[in-house]
């Protein structure tokens, strides 16, 4: 049998691989495992530990990470595939797929094909208290989002965090979050831009305070501000349009564009646009040496 294991959600593809490999291990055994990854392996050396016999084993299992790597694979892909021998099964490992080749439309329809995609904010949330369960804890909804908007949208990251909050406590809280985890920078600008935003002015001063004082320089607040107010821009602009066209056209995180809606509920284009000259003349000005960039970045917070 041959399975595919597809897409951009690393964590998903591995989480699966794993799976599956120590299922057949355990049955098997290691040495009838064969793992090669297509940059750094021939065309030749793929079809050999294809379509050679097990050895010292009734089946073997043949992993290829990026086989694609190998432009021979792709061009014979079709013909090294199709008739595995019935004692192998064969994994391969394709995180970017171009659809528009036919070799993609032959895993599609020739093998196992599992794609997993990134999942969103929307998705993390549940992922986290499903997971936390399997791992002997538990986390409520509410504190599984705020532990992906206090982290960030990366499945890994979250995996790791939430194990590492299990084992001090497996009654994950706020509390623990706040304790255990460092808050992602775009996450913090985030709240300052909601601070700012909703005239919580002194809110929004003690975010930048602690920002500075974990030694983020003025410099990377303004990319990461210019960053928030892009997004401000796409959606404002994109009007009652729903979050997955936005995220699709734009390329950007359906996460993102789901908080950033409400954000700027209530805002026009000319308001952003307003902040985006604010924030440009700054970093203007930045670029002069008799400039305050510190003092200029609290006036923004200030006079938003």
């Known amino acids: 049998m041959v399975t595919t294991l597809a897409g951009e959600n690393g964590f998903g593809v591995q989480q699966e691989l794993r799976r599956l490999v120590d299922a057949f291990v355990q049955e098997h055994g290691d ?31 043949v992993v290829l990470t990026t086989p694609s790597a ?13 008739d595995v021998a019935d004692t192998t099964d064969v994994i391969i490992v394709e ?3 171009d659809k528009r080749l036919s070799y993609y439309k032959f895993l599609k329809s020739h ?9 969103d904010g929307g998705q993390l ?8 369960t399997e791992q002997g804890g538990s986390v ?22 939430l194990t590492k909050l299990i084992q001090y406590d497996p009654a994950v809280t706020r509390k623990t979050i706040d304790l255990l985890t460092e808050a992602n920078p775009h996450s913090t600008i985030f709240e300052l831009m909601d601070a700012v935003m909703s005239g919580q002015t ?19 607040v303004i990319a990461m501000l210019a960053w928030q107010l892009h997004a401000m821009a796409v959606v404002v602009s994109a009007g009652s349009r729903s979050d997955a066209d936005v995220a699709r056209e734009a390329r950007m995180s359906p996460y993102v564009v789901k908080k950033t809606r409400g954000l700027v509920r209530g805002r026009t284009l000319r308001d952003v646009r307003e902040l985006v000259s604010k924030l440009l003349q700054i970093d203007t000005g930045s670029k002069s040496g008799a400039f305050d960039i510190d003092q200029a970045l609290r006036n923004f917070i200030v006079g938003a």
């Open 202 to 220: 002194a809110r929004a001063m003690r975010l930048y305070e602690e920002q500075r004082m974990l030694r983020v320089e003025p410099q990377q």
């Open 140 to 161: 409520s909804s509410a504190d599984a989002r705020y532990l992906v908007e206090r982290v960030g949208a990366n499945q890994q990251l979250l995996g790791n965090e």
């Open 95 to 97: 995180p970017k797929l």
């Open 125 to 132: 949330a549940p992922w986290l208290v499903r997971r936390a």
């Open 70 to 82: 190998q432009k021979e694979f792709i061009d014979r892909a079709t013909s090294v595939l199709k």
């Open 111 to 119: 093998t196992e094909f599992h794609e997993h995609a990134q999942l």
């Open 31 to 61: 040495l009838a495992l064969v793992r090669m990854d297509g940059a750094e392996t021939t065309y030749a050396e793929m079809q050999q530990a294809i379509e050679s016999v097990p050895f010292l084993a009734s089946r073997k299992l």
